[in-house]
């Protein structure tokens, strides 16, 4: 029997518009974490610069508010006037946070992780830190471009033709605690292989642990379950959509790639919600008209619950949904995302649009299908 209660378009009337869409318009990287013994939610991401599409690669802003009162936000620059690039959080309870992200001032791909905490109670941003990586040997080096595609190539990965020169993306996937205790995550680039990662010190170190053998573009998003490491991931640009898989061996072997049908290239998120995974993608929607390529189908979100890809959230939004987040609290599925009304109007600067074009967040709820 179909479900019923399918969420749509409709949850996105209550979205509240979270950074000002004026001197911070249309964001890119937006990553949430809670903190649960002050309630409170915070969201990193890059804000663009005033007038016109686009993320900015000079600036890390980190807003927090009461997950039940966004409108009651402070902001704050993690990083600024510097080339950094995709911030991802970890919540460290207590009201702190960690804050990573590229510094990309380098012209070659080894491009440096680092990471300030931030902690609410006093307002404090700590010195900027680097992640190190824990090599095979058990050295330590700082984590960069050169030490990621090295492990790739010694473990036989990373033999095909593009170049992979970009950034690590280290903001491209959800950092979530194992039953283990450990955190967990990706390293993914342009068209490379993603790399998993465990670390016990809060991602102050990390160590490889498996390959997901599929080519990526920047993004992956995994889970553990049941036994499994489910995961989704952007695909390069001759496929062009989104695909799922999961490894019932702790990655040493991978299941064929289902594709999402009209899926696009976008951020992919998967997250645990009701013990089953939940998983976002962005899908092509027909009512694109002149709109710039990079938004072709951005303004529409499905998500599917289980293993049987259940539809139960099917969103549109002529203001654009890009570069989703979705996090679960205590059994409610919260969702962020960027708006895109400038590059979706192609007028840069029209009045008609300024200020909305900004990061938003709405409760969708429990999205545990119901028959």
Not at 54 to 68: D, Q
Request: with cysteine; proline share 3%; net charge negative.
């Amino acid at each position: 029997m179909a479900n019923k209660n399918i969420k749509t378009s409709e949850v996105l009337e209550r979205s509240v518009q979270i950074s000002d869409g004026l001197t911070q318009t249309s964001a890119d990287g937006v990553n949430m974490a809670f903190d649960k013994k002050y309630g409170i939610m915070f969201c990193a991401y890059m804000p663009g610069f005033q007038g016109c599409y686009g993320e900015s690669r000079g600036r890390i802003s980190l807003t927090y508010f009461p997950a039940s009162q966004p409108t009651n936000s402070r902001t704050i620059d993690v990083v600024s006037g510097r080339n950094v690039y995709v911030p991802n959080i970890l919540g460290l309870g207590e009201g702190k946070v960690r804050v990573f992200y590229e510094d990309n001032s380098k012209a070659d791909c080894d491009h440096l992780v680092c990471y300030k905490d931030f902690d609410y109670l006093t307002g404090v941003l700590s010195e900027e830190k680097h992640v190190m990586l824990k090599k095979d040997d058990d050295t330590l080096v700082p984590l960069t471009g050169s030490e990621q595609f090295s492990y790739l190539e010694n473990n036989g990965f990373f033999n095909h033709k593009y170049v992979a020169t970009e950034q690590i993306a280290i903001g491209g996937h959800t950092i979530f605690k194992g039953e283990d205790g450990c955190h967990y995550g990706a390293i993914t680039s342009c068209f490379a292989e993603p790399i998993l990662y465990r670390s016990n010190d809060n991602l102050a170190t990390i160590e490889f642990f498996a390959v997901c053998p599929y080519t990526a573009q920047y993004e992956m998003d995994y889970k553990f379950l049941n036994g499994k490491i489910y995961a989704i991931f952007r695909t390069n640009k001759n496929i062009d959509a989104i695909g799922f898989t999961y490894s019932e061996d702790n990655g040493k072997s991978w299941s064929e790639p289902y594709f999402f049908k009209d899926s696009i290239q976008c951020r992919p998120r998967i997250i645990l919600h009701n013990n089953d995974i939940l998983m976002s993608y962005n899908y092509f929607n027909a009512d694109t008209k002149n709109r710039p390529a990079i938004q072709q189908g951005r303004t529409s979100v499905r998500m599917v619950y289980g293993e049987s890809l259940e539809l139960v959230c099917d969103l549109y939004s002529k203001c654009g949904i890009v570069n989703v987040c979705i996090i679960d609290i205590l059994g409610d599925v919260y969702f962020a995302y960027s708006t895109s009304e400038l590059a979706l109007e192609y007028q840069n600067g029209n009045p008609a649009v300024r200020g909305k074009d900004a990061v938003r967040y709405v409760k969708l709820g429990d999205l545990t299908p119901k028959f």
